[in-house]
């Protein structure tokens, strides 16, 4: 389920007019050449990536279970 979610978050940030590239998960690099070339649009550092940084789930009875997640949406300009 929470794929569907992330690609939910990461289509609506898509939407959004010149929000440069976004990634569905965390993009690392150690170099700021990397970054660059990770993170560029139009020529300059502008981009994103969303990640779920944690989740709780609790069981409401023997049919159901709840689960609640934080999302984070990082970008670099």
Same mark, same amino acid.
């Given at each position: 389920? *929470? ?7 990461? !289509?609506? %940030? ?8 976004? *990634? @569905? ?9 990397? %970054?660059?070339? %990770?993170? !560029? *649009?139009? @020529?300059? #550092? *502008? @981009?994103?990536?969303?990640?779920? %940084? !944690?989740?709780?789930?609790?069981? #409401? ?7 609640? !997640?934080?999302? +984070?949406?990082? @970008?670099? +300009?």
């Amino acid at each position: 389920m *929470h794929q569907i979610i992330r690609d939910w978050i990461v !289509s609506q %940030l898509q939407a959004v007019p010149n929000i440069g590239i976004v *990634h @569905g998960y965390q993009r690392y690099a150690d170099r700021e050449k990397q %970054l660059a070339e %990770l993170y !560029s *649009h139009n @020529g300059r #550092l *502008h @981009g994103w990536f969303v990640r779920r %940084l !944690s989740v709780v789930e609790k069981r #409401l009875n023997a049919n159901f279970n709840t689960e609640q !997640s934080v999302w +984070l949406i990082r @970008g670099y +300009l």
